[in-house]
């Protein structure tokens, strides 16, 4: 009886002991050679969880089941203090967590520049060894370089215009007839559609469809485990970029073959293009480029198109002033003129809409680095090796920053100061998204052209939103849509 009682508590005794082992494990095992170290600068606050998935399930807590996901940051910023920067083990890494404007502007900005930080998810086989999401360093900043000549030169963006308007138009006349529209399907399709017509001159077709889905295997494999298995979804991503890059080579060489074939897009640009020493881009770079620039700004458009119908359902009085504003842009210029680049200006209320639909939309929660040297930054060490999280959301949805910051308000913007390190939903820096004023101008034509002449209202105002991989509404937004 003595020994039975005696190994009872000797076993409930144990479940606190194994319990404080395990929740030290990774304590020890990451940040104790960092105390002994004498290189200067201590560990942000934090905690790293428990041994492999370290703090993953607490994540997921708060963003798939709670829906609150902004509460994973406040949590840390009650506990520790708003130091603006937090320990933790993620998605199999040691990292650091940055949410202050100015520990987010120094990541983004002055360590990346200066190579302390790099690529923080590197994916070549996927990607591409010559993608600018991939490359370093000189070859980083030639690329970008080349990058924002071919997608923002003043052609191009006009192309933007002419090219996308009447397809828009075309496509809010179908979804009128339809009347029930699966908004996050359409706008997927119509996203990568219009992406594809300004990259390759490629009009929708069965092979255009084709390429969507490659994409969507592309996307699913970068999100998955890097296990190239037959069935698994990186090796699926790995045939998908194969017969991508195919498909891509095969248009370069036409139109090396035949000059004709050359058309007003980004893909001519990049062939023509000439570098600052006087180098053509060779035929890897262009291909891993092209695939890049398909793959980063199909989603992310579609997704803020698909916010943008949802937050104009549920604030109409948005919405009357957006109708206002470009009814009388319409007017000046004639019932049936398009809008070109020059009209931008005119349009200051639908940019304030579009800042605040990518704003509250989140569409890039946060972004990653990885630490290539022992770096110190305001005391705080970010040691080699460990993983960097620019925790971009938080900062959009901080009441510091933004007054009522979950309300959907784009006269915000008049007095807001971009300067100030708070609004990085582009990212920041040397990295910063060469695809912002695409994404912005194809908004902008999109609310022109459906704001004007018709209306809709969600099927479910009270849609559940999901925050993972990205803010996405659960079913689609479905809408009825019809002429005003
Ligand atoms: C609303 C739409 C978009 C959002 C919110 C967005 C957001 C971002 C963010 C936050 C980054 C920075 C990543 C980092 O620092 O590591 C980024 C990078 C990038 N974006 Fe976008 N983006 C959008 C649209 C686009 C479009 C339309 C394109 C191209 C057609 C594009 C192409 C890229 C590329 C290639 C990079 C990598 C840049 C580099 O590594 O130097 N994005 N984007």
Known sequence: MDTQIWMTGFLLGLIPLLKWVLRSFNHWWYCYPHFKSNTGGQLPPGDMGWPIVGELLSFLWYFKFTGKPDDFIWKRFAKYGNTGIYRTHMFSFPAIITCSPEFNKFVMGRGTEDGSFVAGWPCPKLLG???????????????????LEAVNSPKSLQNIF???????????????????????????????????????????????????????????????????????????????????????????????VNKENMM?????????????????????????????????????????????????????????????????IKKEKGEDKFLNYNDVKKMTYTLKVVDEVIRLANVANFMFRTVSKDTKFKGYKFPKGWKVIVWLRSLHVDPQYFKDPLTFNPDRWDEFNLSSGVYNVFGHGSRQCPGN????????????????????HLVNPNEATKFLPNPRLANGAKIIFSHV
């Not at 010559?130 to 970008?144: A, D, N, Y």
């Not at 300004?198 to 494999?221: A, C, D, H, I, T």
């Not at 980063?296 to 957006?322: D, F, H, Q, R």
């Open 129 to 147: 060894e010559q993608s600018i999401t991939m490359v370093e360093g000189e070859q980083h900043k030639r690329m970008r370089r080349s990058l």
């Open 162 to 256: 002419i090219k996308l308007q009447p397809v828009f138009k075309e496509t809010f006349e179908n979804w009128a007839v339809k009347g029930e529209i699966h908004t996050a399907d359409e706008l997927k399709s119509l996203a990568f559609g219009n992406i594809c017509s300004l990259f390759l001159s490629f009009e929708r077709s069965p092979m255009v469809e084709s390429m969507e889905k490659m994409y969507r295997g592309l996307l699913s494999g970068l999100r998955a485990h890097p296990i190239n298995i037959p069935g698994s979804a990186f090796h699926f991503a790995l045939k998908c970029r194969r017969r991508l890059s195919a498909i891509v080579c095969s248009e370069i060489h036409s139109r090396k």
């Open 264 to 328: 007003a897009d980004f893909l001519s640009n990049l062939m023509d293009l000439v570098d600052f020493n006087g180098k053509k881009l060779n035929e890897e770079e262009i291909v891993d480029n092209l695939t890049s620039m398909l793959l980063a700004g199909y989603e992310s458009t579609a997704s803020s198109m698909i916010w943008a119908i949802y937050y104009l359902s549920k604030y109409p009085n948005v919405l009357s002033k957006l109708k206002e504003e470009n009814f009388t």
């Open 437 to 456: 004023n695409l994404a912005k101008m194809q908004l902008l034509i999109f609310l022109h052209q459906i704001c004007v002449d018709y209306k809709w």
